[in-house]
């Protein structure tokens, strides 16, 4: 409805749009948290677990009316088919901006559990947004660089405790867990520093995915391998505020995990290390691949 209008002003009108729906329904949140707290019954916690889901749910769908009324972007998404919400699952994607949360909160919501991914632990304290994802459970991760691991050992067994802890309380119901398997977001100095053997991607990291499927091994089975292109080139946040993204491809497909990876020792056993780091590998190789493809037949504007 909105499109026509110049970028700074669509940009404006989107974020007046979407900071209007952020405050009203963290509002609304925030008194079901409250509620939740006081009642420490178990089933009315549960209840309103359930009822700060659904609060969660609309603001996601208000965010994509939104994004609806002031954008035009053609999406492209496909390999939907066969998700439930009454699944466990963990989803792997590459990562290249903020946006791409945006993105994956639109394919999958109301589809499959509500996602849920690993945050800094300074995020905390971002206004508004940190105690909504404390309050539904995100886990919160202390964020250690190789060479403070390497001097401290012991911090790596912490974040193993942690992922355990966070990962008991998905053990009852339903849960999808998101993981950027990069770490980061894709940049060509990034990839060039880490001489990357992907075209397109950063080395996966296995770690984080080896913690949860160690901790959730009776629940996780299937792997939700996604793949995210933006063939205009740009992709912040400030692009799609002011319609600068113009097409979103995405590609999904689901994935048994193999019985030998789940509940094993990734810190400990180096047979099963490397054969996590083999399964990733693999599915590493086929989305590089299958970006440039995806790339080629849109013809992306950049390379």
């Known amino acids: 409805m909105f499109a026509f ?15 209007l729906n952020t405050v009203c329904l963290c509002t609304l949140f925030y008194m079901i948290m409250l509620i939740k707290l006081i009642i ?7 209840f309103h677990s359930r009822l ?12 994509n009316g939104i994004i609806d009324l002031t954008q035009r972007i053609e999406w492209d998404v496909q390999g939907l088919d066969g998700l439930r919400l009454d699944q466990w699952y963990i989803v792997g994607s590459n ?5 791409d949360i ?14 849920k991914f690993f945050i800094k632990q300074q995020l905390i304290w971002m206004p508004l947004l940190g105690g909504v994802w404390w309050g539904l459970d995100f886990p919160f991760m202390k964020r250690h660089s190789a060479a403070h691991l390497a001097a401290h050992p012991e911090d790596r ?3 193993w405790e942690t992922t355990r802890r966070v990962c008991a309380r998905f053990h009852s119901f339903p849960t999808t867990i998101l993981n950027f398997l990069e770490g980061t977001r894709f940049r060509p100095d990034k990839h060039a520093r880490q001489q990357s053997p992907y075209r397109h991607l950063l080395r996966p990291k296995v770690g984080g995915l080896a913690f949860v499927l160690e901790a959730l ?4 089975h299937t792997f939700i391998d996604v793949t995210l292109v933006y063939p205009d080139g740009r992709s912040t946040f400030l692009d799609l505020l002011i319609g600068r993204i113009r097409r979103v491809i995405v590609r999904v497909r689901t994935l048994p995990i193999p019985a030998e990876l789940l509940g094993g020792d990734y810190r400990n056993d ?3 290390r490397d054969a996590m780091q083999q399964w990733i590998g693999q599915i590493w190789t086929d989305k590089d691949q299958l970006i440039g493809e995806l790339r080629q037949a849109a013809g992306a504007t950049t390379g």
């Open 95 to 99: 990562h290249q901006s903020w946006v």
């Open 40 to 46: 420490p019954q178990p089933g009315w916690r549960q």
């Open 52 to 63: 700060l889901i659904r609060v969660a749910n609309t603001w996601i769908d208000i965010n």
């Open 157 to 159: 067994d912490r974040d």
């Open 270 to 272: 180096p047979q099963f």
């Open 102 to 115: 945006v993105v994956l909160q639109r394919v999958f919501n109301h589809r499959i559990p509500f996602l």
């Open 5 to 19: 209008l110049p970028g700074p002003i669509r940009g404006a009108l989107a974020s007046l749009l979407f900071i």
């Open 217 to 220: 091994p009776q629940r996780l």
